[in-house]
C-alpha cells in the first residue's frame, strides 16, 4: 500500500471553524474534564462548615471538610461510514468529494444533532435533578415578566451573574423584539439602516435555537428525530456552570481509493463520543419552559 494522506486532515480547521460557530450549544462545552476511568467522569465537590462564634479565651472552632465526587457515564457514542465508488465522484462532477461529503456530514447530521442530544438531555438530567419545569403559555404580555421571575430566582440562589445564556426558538426569540414594555435605542441617521436585532437582554446573552433542536426527547436510533412523545422546549436560561457537557473523542477520517481494502472508491468514517450532564448541587442555574404537551 503506498504512502497516503488523510483528506480529512485537510478541512479540519474549517470543520473546527464550522462546529463552532453552527453549533447553538457550544457555549456550554467543558474545557479539561478529568475521567475517572475510560468513560466516567468524576466531578468534585467540597463540604464545608461555617463560622461559629470566637472564644477570646484561645483556640479556634474546627469544622468539618470533606471532599467527595459526583460521577457520571458517558454514553451518547455515535459513528457513520459512507463508501463512494470512484466513478460516481467522477460523474456527479466532483458533487460528491471529500469536501462535500465531510461538510454535508457536519452541517446535515452532525452538528444539529449535538444540540439536539444536549438540550434533551438537559431537559431530562433537571427534571430527574427534581428541578421544577415552567409551563406558562408565553406571550407579548408576559415575556419578559417571565424572564425577570428567572433572573430573580438565580439572584437569589446566587447564581454567577456573568456568563448566563438564554437559548430560545426562533418564535420566542420574535416574542421578546415585540414584548410589551422593551425599549431599544435606535440611531437611524448615522446607520443606512435599523438594526432590530436583539443580542442580550440584561447582559444575558440571548442565542436562537432552531426548534426542531429544542425537544424534550429524541428518537437517536437512525441518526435523529423527535421521539413520539416530545414536547417543545421554548426557552432556557442556564449558566454554563451548571452542566458539563464534553466530547471525549471526534474521528474523522477520508480515505482515496487505493489506501484501504473496501473497494475502488473513497471510504469516509466519523465518530464522535460525548455526553452532558447537569451537575445536581447546581440545577438553580437552570430555568426553562417548556410545552405543557
Not at 453552527?22 to 478529568?34: D, I, P, Y
Not at 427534571?127 to 408576559?142: K, P, Q, R, W, Y
Not at 440584561?202 to 413520539?228: E, H, I, N
Not at 422546549?233 to 464534553?246: R, Y
Request: charged residues 25%; glycine residues 6%.
Amino acid at each position: 500500500m503506498p504512502n497516503t494522506v488523510n483528506y480529512a486532515t485537510r478541512f479540519e480547521k474549517d470543520l473546527m471553524q464550522q462546529y463552532k460557530r453552527e453549533l447553538c450549544s457550544a457555549e456550554l462545552t467543558t474545557q479539561n474534564v478529568t475521567f475517572l476511568n475510560a468513560k466516567t467522569i468524576k466531578i468534585p465537590y467540597i463540604t464545608l462548615g461555617g463560622y461559629k462564634d470566637h472564644n477570646r479565651n484561645g483556640g479556634f472552632n474546627r469544622q468539618s471538610v470533606s471532599n467527595e465526587y459526583m460521577t457520571k457515564t458517558l454514553e451518547h457514542d455515535r459513528d457513520v461510514e459512507f463508501f463512494v465508488d470512484a466513478m460516481d465522484v467522477d460523474e456527479t462532477n466532483e458533487a460528491l468529494s471529500a469536501a462535500n461529503i465531510t461538510n454535508a456530514f457536519e452541517k446535515e447530521q452532525a452538528i444539529p444533532e449535538t444540540d439536539a442530544y444536549r438540550f434533551s438531555k438537559l431537559y431530562s438530567e433537571f427534571t430527574d435533578a427534581g428541578g421544577a419545569v415552567d409551563n406558562t403559555v408565553l406571550s407579548l404580555e408576559n415575556i419578559l415578566t417571565t424572564f425577570d421571575k428567572w433572573m430573580e430566582n438565580m439572584d437569589d440562589e446566587e447564581v454567577p451573574e456573568d456568563g448566563r445564556m438564554l437559548y430560545v426558538t426562533p418564535s420566542i426569540y420574535t416574542l421578546i423584539k415585540q414584548a410589551d414594555k422593551i425599549t431599544r435605542t435606535l440611531d437611524a441617521s448615522v446607520q443606512q439602516s435599523i438594526d432590530r436585532r436583539v443580542r442580550s437582554l440584561d447582559d444575558v446573552t440571548l442565542k436562537k435555537v432552531p426548534k426542531g433542536r429544542m425537544k424534550t426527547s429524541y428518537d437517536f436510533t437512525d441518526g435523529f428525530k423527535a421521539a413520539g412523545d416530545a414536547k417543545q422546549i421554548n426557552m432556557i436560561l442556564v449558566h454554563p456552570s451548571s452542566v458539563l457537557a464534553c466530547d471525549k473523542h471526534s474521528y474523522i477520517s477520508l480515505w482515496a481509493p487505493g489506501t484501504h481494502t473496501s473497494g475502488d472508491g473513497y471510504l469516509y468514517q466519523n465518530r464522535k463520543y460525548g455526553d452532558l450532564f447537569v451537575i445536581d448541587t447546581r440545577k438553580s442555574g437552570i430555568m426553562m419552559n417548556v410545552d405543557a404537551e
